[in-house]
Each structure stands twice: as structure tokens, then as C-alpha cells.
């Protein structure tokens, strides 16, 4: 089979059929949306008696013994570079996720060097539920939803032999790329000398580090509306649960608009959270967000695959710029 590059997949298909049971082969394999690091696939795996005749991209394991796992591939050069650490990292959170409470996917094999699969890989199970990222009547209730989530997540207990890296920054004051035709220079003047200061002093938790409603899935709606799993843990940290609240209200805040962002540290903190308050949390509320600087572009192009064609650049750029002002207003 080749995929949508031109390129061949069948050292990884040999690798993939090398973790399942005997028996058991790949009949089907699903491009997943919604991703920017990493190219995702669902993988539908049967029996060997299952009925079909190849492993095309149309396959469908609807069986009874049937099931389906998820394959990350990182395929594009900088994320392949950095695969290695990422992958390896992603594979030793799962596995420590594995006996607690968190609904995270299970490890099944991880290729972190890209020694027998064309890119970098990593397969884990494939957990119920979808994505939830469109504008409805169900938004603040997820928003509580992804609140207790993160609690739960920062609630994790780890021995400190087996805790994951310690925080970083995604951006500094000097790679801040303020927007050209802002109205508001002096806005962004001052968030960059916020975020300019030594970060305060915290408490340090386990962090998920990329946590926001992209990687979360849902099922069921109005009240049977539940978290199902929660995807994506490469850049898993210990650092500021600040840190972790303020990546999902500033992505709340661009998906649904500014309210949205700014409710969510209440919910968290409802949820039984604890949050550093005044201009200890403005620090890390603007580190996140100044990263997302100029236009937020990099979080669009996943979201639009996912349905919300309505975030246009100058929708997101005007409302990470009227974030700022709310945070604030709020906070300062």
C-alpha cells in the first residue's frame, strides 16, 4: 500500500503486525484528523478469518472480534528530528497512566528511533468517543467537563524516579511575533514585559502540558455528555498546573471566544484545582497565550479539518488580542 506521500508504508506494517496477537492481522487503516505534530491513523484489526481481501484504506472491522488501535507517525522533518525523545516520552507516560484512573490509551509498541518503521511510530489503543470542538449549546458544559479532567490529570501521584521532565516555555520575549497591523502595540508592549520576569515560584505537579479540547474526546450529549480519553501525551511535564489551565483557556478562548477562555480557570479551581493568583497567574496565563502569537495559524489548520471553517486568520487574531486585554483587566 502507498500512502498519500507517494511513499510506502511496509516496514511499519510489518512492525505493527509484529505487537498483535497471532492471528491477527490490519484490515483497514483511517486517516485520522486533526492533528499538526503527527500524521494519526486508525488501524482495524481482526481475526485472521476475518472476510477481507486486503488492507486497504476502505477496510472496516466490524466483526465481533474485532478491534482498532492508533498509530502516530511523525513524519515531517522537525518533529522527526525531536521523534526520539517525544516518542519515548509519550510510551513511559502511558504506561505509567496504565494503573490509575486517567482515560488515557494503552502503549502497544513504540518505534521511537525509526529503526524498522519508514517514521518514527508509536501504537496505542483506540479509546471511544470524537473530538468535540464545534460552536453549540454544549460549550461551557464541556468546559466543566475538561476542568475535572485536568484536575484528575494534575492529581496523579508519581514517584519522583519515574516523573517526567521538568516544564518548558514556548516562547520568550525576544520570539514574541507581535502582529504587524495591530491597533494596540501598547498591549502587547506590556504582556511582553510581564512575561519577561522570573517565573514565579509554584508548586510542581504532573502536567499533560498539551491539554485542550482537541486532545480530549467526548461521548454522549446534554447529561450523558462524559470525557472518554485523553490523547496526546508527548510533551507530558512536571511543572505549574497554572501552566496547564492557561494552554486550555487559551485555547478555549480561540475556539469559542474570549468568555470562554476566561471561565476556565474558575471551573478548574471549582473542580478542586489550585491556581496562583493576581500577577503570578497573569505570568502564566501570557506565556502560553504570547505563544500563539502572531494569528494562532498553527491551531487553525487542525480545527478547520475538524469542521470549524469560521476561524479565519483575522477571527483568531483578533481574538488572542482581545484575550490578552481580558486577562488584564482580570488579573493585573
Known amino acids: 500500500m502507498i500512502d498519500d506521500n507517494g511513499r510506502g508504508w511496509a516496514g511499519t506494517r510489518r512492525w505493527v503486525q509484529g505487537a498483535l496477537a497471532p492471528g491477527e492481522r490490519i484490515v483497514g487503516v483511517h486517516e485520522l484528523k486533526g492533528g499538526w505534530t503527527s500524521r494519526m491513523r486508525r488501524l482495524d484489526i481482526a481475526p485472521e478469518d476475518h472476510d477481507r481481501g486486503d488492507d486497504g484504506n476502505n477496510g472496516n472491522s466490524d466483526g465481533g472480534a474485532g478491534y482498532a488501535l492508533v498509530l502516530r507517525s511523525f513524519v515531517k522533518p522537525f518533529y522527526r528530528r525531536h521523534a526520539p525523545g517525544m516518542l519515548a516520552r509519550e510510551a513511559g507516560v502511558l504506561r505509567l497512566l496504565e494503573a490509575g484512573s486517567i482515560p488515557a490509551p494503552r502503549l502497544r509498541a513504540v518505534d521511537a528511533a525509526g529503526e524498522h518503521c519508514e517514521d518514527p511510530s508509536l501504537v496505542m489503543t483506540h479509546l471511544p468517543g470524537s473530538v468535540r470542538v464545534r460552536e453549540d449549546g454544549e460549550v461551557a458544559r464541556r468546559t466543566v467537563l475538561l476542568a475535572r479532567q485536568l484536575a484528575a490529570v494534575h492529581a496523579v501521584t508519581v514517584p519522583e524516579h519515574e516523573r517526567p521532565r521538568a516544564w518548558q516555555a514556548w516562547t520568550s520575549p525576544e520570539h514574541v511575533q507581535v502582529p504587524a497591523a495591530t491597533a494596540r502595540p501598547l498591549l502587547w508592549e506590556r504582556a511582553v514585559q510581564v512575561i519577561g520576569r522570573q517565573a514565579p515560584a509554584h508548586r510542581p505537579c504532573f502536567l499533560h502540558r498539551d491539554f485542550h479540547p482537541g486532545n480530549v474526546l467526548f461521548t454522549g450529549d446534554g447529561g450523558q455528555l462524559a470525557v472518554s480519553g485523553v490523547v ?12 496547564d489551565v492557561a494552554h486550555c483557556s487559551t485555547a478555549l478562548a480561540l475556539l469559542h471566544g474570549v468568555p470562554a477562555g476566561m471561565a476556565f480557570a474558575q471551573a ?15 505570568y502564566w496565563r501570557l506565556l502560553d497565550a504570547l505563544a ?33 486585554q481580558a486577562l488584564f483587566e482580570r488579573y493585573a
Request: aromatic fraction near 10%; glycine fraction near 10%.
Open 232 to 243: 496526546d501525551w508527548v510533551e507530558t511535564s512536571w511543572g505549574p498546573a497554572d501552566l
Open 268 to 282: 478548574y479551581e471549582q473542580a478542586g484545582g489550585v491556581l496562583a493568583t493576581g500577577e503570578d497567574h497573569l
Open 292 to 324: 500563539f502569537a502572531p494569528d494562532a495559524e498553527k491551531v487553525a489548520v487542525p480545527w478547520r479539518e475538524l469542521g470549524r471553517t469560521d476561524l479565519s486568520t483575522p477571527v483568531l487574531a483578533g481574538r488572542l488580542e482581545d484575550y490578552l
